[in-house]
């Protein structure tokens, strides 16, 4: 058994192709092909769109007594996808192209449009020129003027990139790092001095408010001190002073006292029988008259 996917297959010595028997087959037979829609189309019988480049089984056949330039024509018959009803397109090797000719309508194309149009305005202008040699005069005049339009940007960007080819791009990004650095610093001294002229003298104006009201603090101060010794001294008793002077004298008797007690002893009686208590009214006239007197010195100080 030979190979299935060989190149060649085996032919005996004594094989003579003239033996074989020919087949008689129609000249315009069809013959079903795989191929691709060439264009974007609708169905005229149920409106489904087939977009260009769906693949479909074709029947293909040479269309008779219709050729160009002798080149054959060839018709395919593919169906709808939806409604499996008949389209068939054929050949045009004039514009090298397909025509749709039953069953579907072509789409609209703008770029075979604009390509149509392109081509209809090139063969005018020639039928042109070859009636009126001005016409074509101007025409040339007109091109040479682009080409040297283009050869001189062609120059330019030539310029430029041997200009870019020489500098040194290392020294370049330095440059322009050293000069950032410079317009930030610039920029962080106007900002300063703005915020000094702005912020300046209402800081002044601060520090002046605050010595002005730290010395009035230490005033108030000063004064609250003063007025709580007045009140100190108002509340004591008058005969606390007379109290205090009699402590202090007598401290030094009662050490005499102490010694003289360790030889004789100590003399047992109580001092509430001996002192007399003083009344309200009294201390109220003391203590009027202590106040009187320190509200003179004050005023005297």
């Known amino acids: 058994?030979?190979?299935?996917?060989?190149?060649?297959?085996?032919f005996p010595p004594d094989f003579d192709p003239a033996k074989l028997p020919k087949l008689k087959l129609d000249r315009?037979?069809?013959?079903v092909v795989r191929l691709m829609a060439p264009?974007?189309?609708?169905?005229n019988t149920c409106g489904e769109y087939i977009y260009k480049g769906k693949k479909f089984n074709a029947r293909k056949e040479t269309v008779q007594n219709e050729t160009y330039l002798g080149l054959e024509i060839y018709r395919f018959y593919i169906r709808c996808p939806r409604c499996i009803s008949e389209i068939t397109f054929k050949t045009d090797p004039e514009n090298t192209d397909y025509v749709a000719e039953k069953g579907a309508t072509r789409n609209f194309q703008a770029i075979k449009r604009a390509e149509d149009e392109e081509e209809r305005l090139k063969k005018e202008r020639e039928e042109e020129e070859l009636n009126n040699p001005m016409k074509a005069l101007e025409n040339r005049t007109k091109e040479s003027k682009q080409e040297m339009d283009i050869l001189e940007k062609l120059e330019e960007l030539r310029d430029l990139n041997a200009r870019h080819a020489s500098v040194d791009h290392e020294l370049l990004l330095q440059q322009n790092m050293k000069?950032?650095?410079?317009?930030?610093?610039r920029q962080a001294e106007e900002d300063e001095e703005l915020v000094q002229s702005v912020f300046g003298k209402k800081r002044l104006e601060k520090r002046l408010e605050s010595?002005?009201?730290e010395s009035d603090d230490e005033s108030y101060k000063s004064n609250l001190k003063r007025q709580h010794n007045v009140e100190s001294c108002s509340k004591n008793k008058a005969t606390d002073v007379l109290v205090q002077d009699d402590e202090i004298s007598i401290e030094p008797q009662r050490k005499k006292v102490k010694a003289w007690e360790?030889?004789?002893?100590?003399?047992?009686?109580?001092?509430?029988?001996?002192?007399?208590?003083?009344?309200?009214a009294s201390d109220e006239k003391q203590r009027t008259l202590l106040l009187s007197m320190i509200a003179g010195i004050i005023k005297w100080d």
């Open 262 to 280: 360790k030889s004789v002893g100590t003399l047992k009686v109580s001092l509430g029988s001996l002192v007399k208590k003083k009344t309200i």
């Open 39 to 43: 264009f974007n189309m609708r169905c």
């Open 1 to 10: 058994m030979a190979e299935r996917k060989v190149l060649n297959k085996y």
């Open 28 to 31: 315009y037979r069809q013959y």
């Open 211 to 213: 010595e002005s009201s």
């Open 179 to 185: 000069y950032a650095k410079e317009i930030e610093e």
